[in-house]
């Protein structure tokens, strides 16, 4: 499953293509972290859901890569009585995260004065600077999973400003009290990832 940026109806299409699936289903159904939605645990199929893998380049609940400040800070913004957790901070909630973290980051370094003789110059912040900041080699920002740093640097055969080491996630659905949940595919219990369920 590889759906759009919800340009199409590839969401709903993908999901009717797995409820089409038999109940006695071995195939196992992968997709991207684009699919990470709350339209998938409420699938009625339950046998087919513990067949879905996603591959996500974030997965907030991941004991290798938390940091316990965004988790308890997103669950206390956002969470919502008898609602799955995970529905509520995703890859989404985690990458927007850590593109506001990056551009702080890289805001507050270009506002940094500049000394010049005895005095401190203030600087403007400007979107060259910004672009400037971000493509300096050891630019870095703590991000809702790991530090934050790109593909810049000249002797790289990869510079091509993406991501440096993204973290990347396996991740499955199980069962989690009433609801079904989200989690690492190396773990098969959700409260092992943190969660509480219901």
């Not at 797995?18 to 699938?43: C, F, H, M, R, T």
């Not at 799955?84 to 890859?91: A, H, K, M």
């Not at 600077?129 to 630019?139: D, M």
């Not at 870095?140 to 000249?154: K, L, V």
Request: charged residues 20%; glycine residues 4%; proline residues 8%.
């Amino acid at each position: 499953m590889v759906p759009d940026a919800e340009i199409t109806k590839a969401t709903q299409n993908s999901i009717k293509l797995i409820e089409a699936l038999p109940s006695n289903n071995q195939i196992s159904v992968a997709g991207l972290w684009s699919s990470y939605k709350d339209e998938l645990l409420n699938l009625n199929n339950k046998t087919v859901l513990s067949n879905i893998i996603l591959s996500s380049f974030i997965y907030p609940f991941d004991p290798n890569y938390n940091n316990i400040n965004f988790k308890n800070n997103a669950q206390h913004l956002w969470q919502e009585d008898n609602h799955p957790i995970t529905t509520i901070i995703t890859p989404r909630t985690a990458s927007a995260y850590d593109a506001t973290r990056a551009f702080i980051e890289a805001i507050e370094q270009q506002s940094q004065p500049r000394r010049f003789l005895f005095f401190d110059i203030p600087q403007r912040v400007t979107r060259k600077g910004i672009q400037k900041t971000f493509a300096n080699p050891n630019f870095q920002a703590q991000g809702s999973t790991a530090t934050i740093q790109f593909n810049t640097d000249e002797n790289s055969d990869r510079k091509n400003g993406d991501r440096r080491n993204p973290p990347i996630s396996l991740i499955h659905i199980v069962p989690c009290g009433d609801y079904h949940e989200f989690i690492p595919i190396e773990f098969d219990d959700p409260k092992d990832v943190g969660l509480q369920c219901p």
